[in-house]
């Protein structure tokens, strides 16, 4: 027996308007778009390094990553397909409250892209701003584990959340099932009574226990295997 379910999760008004539906897949690709920023903001700090070195084609490679690191983020807080953006209280302290995330993300893309305009530019403030890059690279790779981690911290709930419904599923239907063997005991006492009369009614009785105990074993057994994983 497989059943679907899903967790509705009340999301920041800031960002939509009716619930968010959440899955395991879904919190998978939320929490690899926030380990990817961890990887891209680095290597935006590395390229624009390599930039100011004169190395061929570090400027384009670090604005390209740069772009995804910016895009990874906006659909982090937005949303953008299936991905939520920000859902939950957690997250929202986690970037506009405590962490400042949002605000440290967004400082650190308008630095790196005024470092890429002066390394250009051949500005004189380039070494300063890319010096402020670097020494901002520690800090912010700081910030961005603390955002991964809530949305670790969010999908380990949601699986919490996720087995809890499947156990209270199995449990009513348990309880249907139990209900319908009792009535079908019943029937098998008054068909008995009838004799001769009640032979095929005593025959749809049978079945019936005989289903609701396949039913017992087929929710113990997805119990089981629920309380495995």
């Not at 319908?180 to 009640?198: K, L």
């Not at 049978?206 to 309380?227: C, G, H, P």
Request: some cysteine.
């Amino acid at each position: 027996m497989t059943a679907q379910l899903s967790i509705s999760i009340a999301p920041n008004a800031e960002t939509a308007t009716a619930d968010v539906h959440l899955s395991g897949d879904v919190f998978g690709a939320l929490i690899n778009l926030s380990g990817r920023r961890r990887f891209t903001s680095q290597r935006v700090v590395l390229y624009a390094v390599l930039a100011s070195m004169g190395h061929h084609g570090a400027v384009a490679t670090a604005r390209e990553t740069l772009a995804l690191f910016s895009d990874a983020h906006t659909v982090l807080i937005e949303g953008r397909g299936a991905l939520p953006g920000v859902f939950c209280s957690q997250l929202r302290d986690a970037y506009f409250g405590t962490l400042q995330g949002d605000k440290v993300i967004r400082d650190f893309i308008a630095l790196a892209e005024a470092t890429l305009d002066a390394i250009v530019g051949n500005g004189r403030g380039a070494p300063g701003l890319l010096d402020e890059l670097v020494r901002g690279a520690t800090p912010l790779l700081s910030v961005l584990n603390g955002l991964t981690l809530v949305y670790e911290e969010q999908s380990k709930r949601h699986a919490h959340a996720q087995k809890r419904q499947l156990q209270e599923l199995m449990g009513d239907i348990k309880t249907i099932a139990r209900h319908a063997r009792m009535v079908a005991f019943n029937a098998q006492i008054v068909a008995a009574r009838a004799g001769t009369a009640g032979r095929e009614f005593a025959v749809v009785a049978s079945t019936m226990t005989n289903v609701t105990s396949e039913i017992d074993k087929l929710v113990q057994e997805a119990l089981s295997s629920s309380l495995a994983h």
